[in-house]
Each structure stands twice: as structure tokens, then as C-alpha cells.
């Protein structure tokens, strides 16, 4: 029994001594978006606040929050420079939006508009070109506008969305 005690303690003491990483939250703006971007990592949320150009790819495990009736801009240039390392994951509150490649797909006036809840797009196969889009709330295509499920084209990348 005393050897088992020993050996519990003995493991409990490894543990603790064992760093560890835990999931953090950031609220950013604009300036601080891609540098905090830059050093997250699996399970970190970032709530944007404002509105702002994405430069630097979503890590894997890291989701990117737009909120605050805040804009998320991925330029066509952008967004094919970042393909292959963005394993993320974007969610954009009821009110703020999303543009890709100049198409504004997601917010006021755009091609899709959320009147409430959140859209979320999972970008884990983006480098297979493939956004996995779930809507939790209400949302309507707008007169005018159009949400495809079928290939589109994105400044010559073609994502299924």
C-alpha cells in the first residue's frame, strides 16, 4: 500500500511539474488582429471588434470571432497566400460581416444576411479549397444577391461553399 502511495504521489508531482497550455481569449482590433493571430494556438478564440484586413492565416484549433457589427476583409492576394495554413475557423455575429475576395458574402447587404445568431465557416480544408458553412440563427439571401452552394470563384480559387 505504501509503495502504491509513493507511486501516486511520485506521478501527481510529474503532472504538476509538467507545463501546461491552456486556451486563451483576445479581444483585438484592427492593429492587433494579425499579430495575435500570428502567435494563438489550438483552442484560442479572438473576438475582433472592428473592422479589419485578414493577413495571416487562422491556425489549426483557433477560431476568429467577428463581432461588434465589425467587418472581416480576405483579400483575393490574400487569401491565396494563406490557403494552405489556414485551419481555422471564422464565426460572424448577426450584424457584422465577411468579405472574401471583394464578394460581401456575409452581413448587411451582402450576399447572405444574418439576422441573428452567427454563421460559422470552417476553414480546416481550405487548402483542399473547401469552407464548411453552418448557420446557428436566422438568416436571408437578399433580392438581388445569391448563396450557392456550388463552386465559386474567389479570386481564382474555387471553394465549394
Keep these: 500500500m505504501k509503495k502504491l502511495s509513493a507511486i501516486l504521489l511520485a506521478v501527481a508531482l510529474v503532472v504538476m511539474m509538467v507545463p501546461t497550455v491552456w486556451a486563451t ?7 492587433d488582429l494579425n499579430t495575435t493571430l500570428e502567435t494563438a494556438m489550438s483552442g484560442d478564440v479572438i473576438t475582433l471588434n472592428e473592422t479589419a484586413t485578414l493577413t495571416e492565416a487562422i491556425g489549426e484549433g483557433v477560431t476568429l470571432k467577428v ?5 472581416l476583409t480576405v483579400e483575393a492576394t490574400t487569401l491565396t497566400s494563406i490557403m494552405g495554413d489556414t485551419k481555422g475557423t471564422i464565426v460572424v455575429e448577426a450584424g ?4 472574401i475576395a471583394g464578394i460581401h458574402m456575409v452581413g448587411d447587404g451582402g450576399n447572405l444576411e444574418l439576422a441573428d445568431g452567427e454563421l460559422t465557416a470552417d476553414l480546416s480544408n481550405l487548402a483542399g479549397k473547401e469552407i464548411r458553412i453552418t448557420v446557428n440563427g436566422s438568416a436571408t439571401v437578399p433580392a438581388g444577391e445569391k ?6 470563384s474567389l479570386g481564382g480559387a474555387k471553394l465549394n461553399t
Design 25 to 31: 481569449e483576445h479581444t483585438v482590433g484592427a492593429s
Design 67 to 71: 463581432t461588434n457589427n465589425a467587418t
Design 96 to 99: 457584422s460581416g465577411l468579405d
Design 147 to 152: 448563396w450557392t452552394t456550388t463552386a465559386a
